[in-house]
């Protein structure tokens, strides 16, 4: 158990409409990190949240937005769905410090019908 | 441009033997990295790092080796057991910027 979790578990939804996926970090990590996982393939950086704030973006669209709350969960929010947006979506917590690794949770396996 | 690229998209090996997986980079700025392991229906779990200040770095069966002018890192599993099967993910980070980029993976599959 990384201490991260993800909820839902699973999503199925329609093109279309909109979902929220949200995460609670490992207590004390301030950094959560939102990436995409399609299809087998690798895991694409979304964005990443430092105690509340942005603090780096990757290949996000702009139907998808993410946010930190004050008690460090974060949400990311995913609208206007396509076909294409069906994939696991991962959280991952770290500390602080330069050189801590990232802690992943079980990720949320979103489909789109 | 892919800036960490597993060209192996698979690797089988037999149990006990070595496993040797591969991992390029393009960005010279990169000086942190990292190999997790993902089992199927769990997130990935960090498995070993290395600085750029190193070559080598150990941890049990886990051996990554670093080649800066190469740009390439491999991860060395010695002797290779069948739960080690999973995929396994090079990650590179600017620890400047924070981020990691992930590679692609490599499945690996330790045949008893």
């Known amino acids: 158990d990384s201490g991260v979790t993800q909820t839902p578990k699973h999503l199925i939804t329609a093109t279309g409409q909109r979902v929220t996926l949200r995460c609670s970090p490992r207590s004390g990590d301030l950094s959560v990190y939102w990436y995409q996982q399609s299809l087998d393939q690798g895991l694409q950086f979304l964005i990443q949240y430092y105690n509340g704030e942005e603090r780096a973006k990757g290949n996000i669209l702009e139907r998808f937005s993410a946010q930190q709350f004050p008690d460090l969960h974060s949400e990311l929010n995913l609208s206007s769905l396509e076909l294409g947006d069906s994939a696991l979506y991962f959280c991952?917590?770290?500390?602080?410090?330069?050189?801590?690794?990232?802690?992943f949770g079980p990720g949320t396996r979103l489909t789109v019908l | 441009d892919q800036q960490v690229k597993q060209n192996s998209p698979s690797l089988s090996v037999q149990e006990g033997r070595i496993s040797i997986l591969n991992c390029d980079y393009t960005?010279?700025?990169?000086?942190?990295f990292l190999w997790y392991k993902k089992y199927p229906a769990e997130g990935p779990t960090f498995l070993i790092s290395?600085?750029?200040?190193?070559d080598k770095n150990e941890d049990g069966r886990f051996t990554v080796f670093l080649n800066k002018s190469a740009k390439h890192l491999s991860l060395h599993i010695v002797p290779s057991q069948p739960g080690d099967s999973a995929v396994y993910f090079c990650a590179a980070k600017n620890t400047n910027a924070g981020k990691s980029t992930f590679g692609d993976g490599t499945t690996l599959t330790v045949k008893p």
């Open positions: 290395i600085s750029s200040i190193k």
């Open positions: 960005n010279s700025m990169f000086d942190y």
């Open positions: 991952a917590s770290s500390g602080g410090g330069t050189y801590n690794e990232q802690f």
